[in-house]
């Protein structure tokens, strides 16, 4: 056992494919980790740990990846002043089962509707 590790980062990032772990923090980190490990490898990325400070009611069982990342930008919004973090959409999305890359790809799915605009790099708002 090491106990090189003292603190907790509240974001881990995994590839299953090559068992690549980072940590992340703040969150944004495990989408800058996905996207380079994407570009090299095509893998996708997986949060393993998500310690969010909000708690989303994840249960609640939606039908698509696209209308959960509109219902958790709109859940998390009020809790972030310039937008939400994609990272933390990520966080979220992960609750509801989904990696990575497929948070990323219904959230540039969500944008082409219009009914989520970026206010910074890599953050998010509903209209
Ligand atoms: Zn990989």
Do not use: K, W
């Amino acid at each position: 056992m090491s106990h090189g590790h003292h603190q907790r980062t509240p974001f881990v990032a995994t590839c299953p494919d090559c068992n690549v772990e980072r940590d992340a923090e703040p969150a944004n980190e495990v989408v800058e980790f996905y996207r380079r490990h994407h570009r090299h490898t095509g893998h996708d990325v997986v949060l393993t740990r998500a310690d969010l400070d909000v708690d989303l009611e994840a249960e609640v069982a939606l039908e698509d990846p696209a209308t959960d990342v509109a219902t958790v930008v709109d859940a998390l919004e009020s809790h972030y002043e310039t937008g939400v973090p994609i990272g933390i959409v990520a966080a979220a999305m992960r609750q509801r089962g989904f990696t990575v890359g497929e948070t990323l790809e219904a959230i540039y799915e969500v944008r082409m509707t219009g009914a989520l605009y970026e206010p910074r790099d890599d953050h998010l708002a509903a209209f």
